[in-house]
């Protein structure tokens, strides 16, 4: 499938287009709540990965390695973008947009121990890719920040004003408030930005804790973070009264109610749930990605 088509008009972003219809409602709510600390929803729900795990393990001996929940999440919700696009929409200068590709962050922690530097990784996908093009892309770009020793493009620039005094880099950062709200940030910094993108996810299983209810960030244009946690193990009974062993993953979403009605929403992380626990549906493109409206 060919990249998104786009062609760029006047009130649109470089990241993404204006939502000329969108509602009058919706258009009036980034006015009423203007911060994304003001709009943030939060929600929790746990999946069965007994199956899963079978699944995940069997692609492993395929040549997989180290696929897991982490590449099945991502997977699932780029899916679920090319069904409900709205999931990919985002607030800046009191504005929704449809946001122009997938765009996922992760913090990397450079080595597993305390003193370890960690830096963000933003890789881009398209909504027609499948979960082994997930897969290669995330793996290409941790390997790369792992494989370099020096400093990526967001740690550059962080180096580069971090130690200024606090009133130059107040003056810094209200200056790129200021582009950010009228949509004048140039590519070369939004393709660094931690703080902007379709959504950031942390795995917090690798570290052996539930997850966390995350706050999104009023800077930039992030709308959603995803936590996940370690796998538990419990024990239940099955339909003939037996007990069984099963494991779940518990996950907890934060989101900004301004880019699409609960109605949406709540649809949206149901595909999301759906797609994980059927891998396989996840191998080969979608057979449509959906537009969304304009």
């Not at 003193?115 to 082994?132: C, G, H, M, R, Y």
């Not at 979403?253 to 880019?259: F, G, I, K, L």
Request: glycine content about 6%; proline content about 5%.
């Amino acid at each position: 499938m060919s990249e998104p088509i786009y062609k760029r008009r006047f009130g649109d972003r470089i990241d993404g287009r204006l939502l000329r219809t969108y509602p009058p409602y919706n258009k009036f709510t980034p006015f009423i709540m203007k911060r994304r600390s003001d709009s943030t929803n939060y929600f929790s729900d746990s999946i069965e990965v007994t199956e899963i795990d079978r699944w995940l393990r069997e692609k492993r001996t395929e040549g997989y390695k180290g696929l897991g929940i982490l590449h099945l999440f991502l997977a699932s919700y780029v899916r679920t973008v090319a069904y409900r696009p709205a999931l990919n929409r985002f607030v800046s200068g009191q504005h929704v947009f449809a946001r122009n590709y997938v765009e996922v962050l992760m913090t990397v922690k450079k080595a597993f121990s305390d003193n370890a530097e960690e830096t963000t990784i933003k890789v881009k996908f398209l909504p027609s890719d499948t979960i082994f093009d997930i897969y290669r892309k995330i793996s290409e770009q941790i390997d790369e920040v792992k494989a370099n020793v020096e400093d990526n493009g967001t740690d550059k620039f962080v180096r580069t004003f971090a130690n200024l005094p606090r009133i130059l880099l107040n003056t810094v950062v209200g200056f790129l408030k200021m582009l950010d709200y009228f949509g004048w940030l140039p590519q070369s910094l939004l393709d660094i930005s931690p703080f902007h993108g379709s959504m950031i996810i942390t795995d917090l299983g690798s570290l052996g804790i539930p997850p966390v209810h995350h706050h999104i960030y009023d800077f930039g244009n992030l709308p959603v973070f995803v936590a996940f946690g370690a796998k538990r193990h419990t024990v239940e009974l099955d339909a003939s009264a037996h007990p069984v062993e099963r494991k779940y993953v518990d996950y907890s979403v934060s989101v900004d109610e301004r880019t699409c009605d609960g109605f949406y929403m709540a649809g949206s992380f149901k595909y999301l749930k759906y797609y994980m626990k059927n891998p396989r549906l996840l191998e080969a493109p979608p057979e449509k990605v959906i537009q969304d409206i304009f």
